[in-house]
């Protein structure tokens, strides 16, 4: 039976010991950020003390005082701008899909890249309590939203040591087209 690991905000040096493909919870406090959020903060500094801490790329639904969709935004279109966060102490981003070879990197020895279904929205919102925001004036999408989490159910998509399984299916699903492709080039007509 596979174990799963629960972690809290502030993240320490446990999840170093992470790898890729374990599967986690994740609790306490999270920071959700998309591009606009990233740029603000490259420019004005980061709101919060980034030591330790998450950042979930997601632009969330609130209504009220309440998280009614949170969403992963594809993590890819973050990858530029995630490695300032990451050299101020940021342990680990949450999104969908995978991030690019520069940010595996970025993470060796610092952190991990938690992976979230997408198509999820409500599950995550249902364990998500708000706490505040930073940036209210970027809209609801790119705001800095302070978020408690409670037990979100999560994957490790890249660990510490860079391995990545985005990077190994992405592997697997060229090889095995290369081999069906060639299976019809080799098949009499």
Known sequence: MLSIMDLCTPLSHE???LRAGDRVT??????????????????????????????YHCGPVIQGQKVIAAGPTTSARL?????F?????????????????QVADQLKGRGVYLAFTG???ALAASRMTL???????????????????????LVVGIDAAGNDIFEGVHRNAQAEFKKRFSQKKEAPA
């Open 131 to 153: 706490k505040g925001v930073f940036f209210e004036d970027l809209g609801m999408a790119e705001a800095v939203w302070v978020i408690e989490l409670d037990r979100l159910p």
């Open 26 to 55: 994740l609790s306490g406090t999270v920071y959700t950020a998309r591009d606009e959020a990233h740029l603000r903060m490259m420019e004005d500094g980061i709101p919060f003390d980034p030591h330790g801490a998450v950042i």
């Open 15 to 17: 999840v170093l010991m």
């Open 85 to 101: 966060l990451l050299e101020k102490g940021v342990r680990a981003l949450v999104g969908k899909g995978g991030m690019g070879r």
């Open 119 to 121: 198509g999820c929205a």
């Open 79 to 83: 990858n530029s701008l995630s490695g």
